[in-house]
């Protein structure tokens, strides 16, 4: 078990939500590893609370994908297979592609200056070379192109899909190597919505999650050599 977990504290949250937010942020920073088991009276030990919340998050994470139940071990902390990363991804591509085709159209004056400084401050946090500040900036980039179309069932199921997301953003944020990329694609999307050129804009957004999907595979598919490494010298 992590010996670095803490409770984000929130005075104003019931204390199930704070134990729910703590163990998502864990999970979706990498901070409780894939196939980590969460153990009830270790993390209600951690977190200095009862096993009632515990087992109420845990139930809460199962049903967002993030934990799965194995019998007779409990409660794991679900990999990221390919199978979840291409089932994310592919809807992902299409509702990014329709919200910056619909953000040529739609877009104030106010939300383009926003996306533009938001551009400018995620190049910022990349320099932090922090995964959480990045991976933020990245974050609040997206959801102004998402509410600029003013679509709210597409707000609504981004948001559905936010938290798969964020855990993939967060392992593609982590290889520095694709900063320079991601900065440029940024640069791209937010020029072809200004000029309103729907092709480029929609033609760069799917391009965006398809280097996401690429770089994860490798890391997927590079952790299960080493897995497999591993299981042949024991």
Known sequence: ??????????????????????????????????????????????????????????????????????????????????????????????????????????ISDEELSALRMACLKFEEATKTKDARIIAKADVALHDIIVQATGNQRLIQLVNNLSEQMYRYRFEYIKDESGHATLIEEHRIIYESILKKDKDIAAQTAKLHIDNQEKSIMKQIQLEKQEKGKKARNK
Not at 30 to 46: D, F, Q, S, T
Not at 81 to 86: D, F, G, N, R
Request: proline share 4%.
């Open 1 to 106: 078990m992590n010996g670095n977990l803490q409770m984000n504290g929130d005075e104003f949250l019931p204390l199930r939500d704070v134990v729910f937010n703590t163990l998502r942020q864990a999970i979706l920073t990498g901070e409780l590893k894939p196939g980590e088991r969460l153990m009830e009276i270790h993390l209600a030990n951690k977190l200095g609370v009862s096993r009632t919340p515990i087992r109420e998050a845990i139930r809460k994470l199962e049903l967002e994908g993030l934990v799965i139940m194995i019998p007779r071990r409990g409660a794991e902390v679900a990999e990221i297979t390919e199978k979840s990363l291409k089932d994310v991804l592919e809807v992902r591509r299409t509702l990014d592609a329709l919200s910056v085709e619909l953000a040529c159209d739609r």
